[in-house]
T-cell receptor
Framework: GAVVSQHPSRVICKSGTSVKIECRSLDFQATTMFWYRQFPKQSLMLMATSNEGSKATYEQGVEKDKFLINHASLTLSTLTVTSAHPEDSSFYIC????????????FGPGTRLTVL | AQKVTQAQTEISVVEKEDVTLDCVYETRDTTYYLFWYKQPPSGELVFLIRRNSFDEQNEISGRYSWNFQKSTSSFNFTITASQVVDSAVYFCALRGASNAGGTSYGKLTFGQGTILTVHP
């Protein structure tokens, strides 16, 4: 199956700093990538849909100025958590899909963010 | 709006027992896709199965089997002869065809998840 990577896998930062998380599709081109957030013992909640070459579509309640998404190429999407605070600590997961994978989404391994 | 309900928050069984994880969904789409994912402690989601709404055949893969019943909007997952390695969180998810294309392509709605613990 297709492979999606995320970097970093784990990050600890101080409150007020910005953190960038990368999501890469390694062996296919992904016109669409999705960013999810998962709090401990909870389900995955979609944050935004990232389309290559256009602005991301954010789900209701997600601050687009807080969570900046860039999908500059068909293999890379980035999520930047700006001015992170302890409540932003969570597990962030991306997934990628492309025209050749109509019904398929491939998930990255996730990034665990801890804001001190 | 789409909704997926996994009523069982946690299930605990002893190894070799059979266990069924329930999933009930709601959607207005006539064409949709249902998924099951496993999330072990590492956090990475593992894809288990995808089923489209026109295919109501049950499926068996080794110790895993799935029962799709459109009439009751359910897509239950059974593990036969459970093993300790089956311990994980299991998510049922739904994707409606009306989301295909446009900016909502591939959008998945997840259930709350069921924590399965298999004791030796």
């Amino acid at each position: 199956g297709a492979v999606v990577s995320q970097h970093p896998s784990r990050v600890i930062c101080k409150s007020g700093t910005s953190v960038k998380i990368e999501c890469r599709s390694l062996d296919f081109q992904a016109t669409t990538m999705f960013w999810y957030r998962q709090f401990p013992k909870q389900s995955l909640m979609l944050m935004a849909t990232s389309n290559e070459g256009s602005k991301a579509t954010y789900e209701q309640g997600v601050e687009k100025d807080k969570f900046l998404i860039n999908h500059a190429s068909l293999t890379l999407s980035t999520l930047t958590v700006t001015s992170a605070h302890p409540e932003d600590s969570s597990f962030y997961i991306c997934s990628a899909g492309g025209a050749a994978f109509y019904n398929e989404q491939f998930f990255g391994p996730g990034t665990r963010l801890t804001v001190l | 709006a789409q909704k997926v309900t996994q009523a069982q928050t946690e299930i605990s069984v002893v190894e070799k027992e059979d266990v069924t994880l329930d999933c009930v969904y709601e959607t207005r789409d006539t064409t949709y896709y249902l998924f099951w994912y496993k999330q072990p402690p590492s956090g990475e989601l593992v894809f288990l199965i995808r089923r489209n709404s026109f295919d109501e055949q049950n499926e068996i893969s080794g110790r895993y089997s799935w029962n799709f019943q459109k009439s009751t909007s359910s897509f239950n997952f059974t593990i036969t002869a459970s093993q300790v390695v089956d311990s994980a969180v299991y998510f049922c998810a739904l994707r409606g065809a009306s989301n295909a294309g446009g900016t909502s392509y591939g959008k998945l709605t997840f259930g709350q998840g069921t924590i399965l613990t298999v004791h030796p």
